[in-house]
């Protein structure tokens, strides 16, 4: 079969791509901007990529198209294929149609927490001897790729909220027909496609309704929203798992060091596990004590699980350190929403004591330039010593409002290089400085540690 993937760059389509290459498909693709990472780890796998939507793309005459969310009417291939009749396909649809029928989807969803989650769990199933299949939305550093197709019966998907495509409009997980379904949390997100956190809730009650009665829903216990979706019905047996000190819990944790870089899994209070790993903040623990959970519904046992959570080597861009320079460490994150905001910077301070940390945040996502979060914004950057906004130009609202909130008051910026050299000349040894940006900040990371080794060269 020849599949061309129109919006092939993203991480989910790419995944897709690397997913239909390796089940024996010839896979072409398109977008509008083919560059690397995604690009050449495309063409590696001998895909052909085409830059631009120009509606030639007809003449390849694939078996299908299959169409990413980021498409949208007035596209000219999108109404060239659409008058053309042509068949089409989402990405979320073709994947449960092709490759998840007939194995053990292990889907994780919510706000916040799915990509590093995802990327535990098939760690643990991979560790076990598993060989499990896995479509994440980020890159785990035990695997280096963000999708595989194994020889195992296991899949583990990141089932993401966002909707499926332009004529689709439910969240893309609707479509895996999860066994074991993971819900880490529940906010509001996505201010583009839904209007309040209640339409959120009935997308996941969608979710709930496909899951059988032989499966398994791993529900955070502290989430009040996700106990309103499971009042909303549910007919799967379920266990609850939270780190929380004061939360009931079938799955707990004792904290062996307060940055959460050691502790203890149980399970009904005993202890079934041990992990001791480079990870910090109560949120991984969380997500520790989800992946367990999710691994042993699958047949792996706790103690195998955690004795492989151990080894787990992180995610790229979730608390990814990009270097080192004079004692200044840089970090880079994903976090874009208050709550990863502030669970990401409390970890890293329980981890550099009263060392000073130094936030730099873009509001880019497109619920944070809606300015849906901008009341909790100074308030989630109360862990930093020293913070700095970025001023995106299509921002909406008034990012200098918020930096008179933060304590200190926060800096605003307006143009990334000005901000590189700006970070060089304050920062001190021992410094600790945290991007976070759910794009790449116009290459932030290596300006700021380019203009400190030019510093600390001169």
Known sequence: MHVHIIGICGTFMGGIAALAQASGHRVTGSDRAVYPPMSTQLEALGVE??????????????????????????????EALLDSGRPYISGPQWLAENVLQGRWTIAVAGTHGKTTTASMVAWILERAG???????????????TSARLGNGR?????????????????????????????????????????PDVQSIQ?????????????????????????????????????????????????????LDASDGSAFAVLFRGEQVGQVSWPMIGQHNVDNALAAVAAARHAGVEPALATAALSEFRGVRRRMEVRG???????????AHHPTAIRSTLEGLRQRVGVARIVAVLEPRS??????????????????ADRTWLYRPADLGWDLGAVAAQVDPPAGVATDVGELAATLAGELQRGDHVLIMSNGSFDGLHGRLLAALAARNAA
């Open 49 to 78: 990529l085409i830059e631009g939507y120009d509606a030639s793309q007809l003449d390849l005459n694939p078996d299908v198209f299959v169409v990413g969310n980021v498409m949208s009417r007035g596209n000219p291939l999108v």
């Open 130 to 144: 598993l060989d499990p299949s896995f479509l994440i939305g980020g890159v785990p550093g035990n695997f280096q």
């Open 154 to 194: 296991h899949f583990v998907v990141e089932a993401d909220e966002y909707d499926t495509a332009f004529f689709d409009k439910r969240a893309k997980f609707v479509h895996y027909r999860p066994r074991t379904a993971v819900l880490n949390n529940l906010e509001f997100d996505h201010a583009d496609i839904y």
């Open 202 to 254: 009935r997308q996941f009650h969608l979710l709930m309704r496909i899951i059988p009665s032989s499966g398994r829903v791993l529900c955070n216990a502290a989430e009040p929203r996700l106990d309103e979706v499971i009042a909303m019905g549910c007919w799967t047996p379920r266990e609850s798992f939270s780190a929380r000190t004061g939360v009931r819990a079938d799955w707990s944790a004792r």
């Open 324 to 334: 080192v320079v004079a004692g200044i460490t840089v970090y880079d994150d994903f």
């Open 366 to 383: 497109n619920t944070m330039k809606r300015g849906v979060h901008q009341q909790e914004l100074a308030a989630s950057l109360a862990a």
